[in-house]
């Protein structure tokens, strides 16, 4: 059985609501993903290759994900 840590580390990016700011709309509408926000934190969430394509897009944005 997968270890569900590394389950939703493939199903989610969490970040500070301030770095997505400017990227925020085009992840929502080019990808097929939902964005939560929560306590000044916003969680990506969508299917392992979704969450992948997110990473690439935002690092090719100059963010960095912990």
């Known amino acids: 059985m997968p270890d569900p840590s590394r389950l939703r580390d493939s199903t989610q990016i969490v ?34 290759v979704e969450i992948k394509a997110v990473s690439e897009y935002l690092a090719r944005h100059g963010i960095s994900l912990p």
């Not at 609501?17 to 929560?38: I, M, R, Y």
């Open 15 to 48: 970040l500070p609501c301030g770095e997505l700011e400017d990227v925020q709309p085009p992840v929502e509408s080019e990808f097929t993903v939902s964005v939560f926000a929560k306590d000044g934190h916003c969680r990506i969430i969508g299917s392992p």
